[in-house]
Structures are given as C-alpha cells and as structure tokens.
C-alpha cells in the first residue's frame, strides 16, 4: 500500500513548539485563530486533528496546556499567538508551493 505523501514545506517552523505547527490552507487557519478567540484552546485541539499530514499528537497536547493555562490567561493568550503563528506560516509556505518552489 502506497503512503500518502507529505505536504509540501517551505521551511521548518523555527518558533516555540516547532512539533505543534500543523499543515493547513489559509481558510483553516482562520477557523482555527477565530476557534481560539471564543474558546481558549478549542482552535489547537481541533487543529491537531486537521493537519494535511495527519493527526499531530504534539498540538493535541498543546492544546491541553493551554486549556490548563486558561485559568490564568496565559493559556488563552498564548492559543491566540500560535494560531497567528499558524496562519503567518502557512501563507508564507502557500505562497511558496503557489511559486513553484
């Protein structure tokens, strides 16, 4: 049985947790950012299950971090960063493969 082949990158994500950095479109990673406004790590927990290359089980427990962290706000900002995170590196990485690179 053949595998499913991988998502193409531009480059690795350098940033804090570079495990927990999923493959998604543009339009996703809106959905996620907005998801993480309203319910503090519902982004990063359904996230983890919408990455092109497969589930990611590093963003699945990044998301009960941040769910643990919410009590504090720490949490709630820190699901808001990464889900920026994720859409400014997915642009940049579809604006590669849009390239031909």
């Known amino acids: 049985m053949a595998e499913k082949p991988k998502a193409v990158i531009h480059e690795k994500w350098a940033g804090t947790c570079a495990d927990s950095m999923i ?3 543009e339009g996703t990673a809106q959905i996620i950012l907005i998801l993480n406004v309203i319910g ?3 982004g990063t927990l359904v996230a983890s299950c919408l ?3 497969g589930c ?3 963003t699945f427990m990044l998301s009960i971090l941040q769910g643990l962290l919410a009590g504090c706000l720490i949490g ?3 699901a808001m960063k990464w889900a920026c995170e994720v859409r400014d ?3 940049a990485r579809l604006a590669y493969v849009a ?3």
């Open 23 to 25: 493959i998604c479109s």
């Open 99 to 101: 390239g031909g690179g």
């Open 56 to 58: 990611n089980c590093q």
């Open 40 to 42: 503090v790590n519902l």
């Open 89 to 91: 590196w997915n642009k």
């Open 51 to 53: 990455d092109e290359n």
């Open 76 to 78: 709630w900002i820190w």
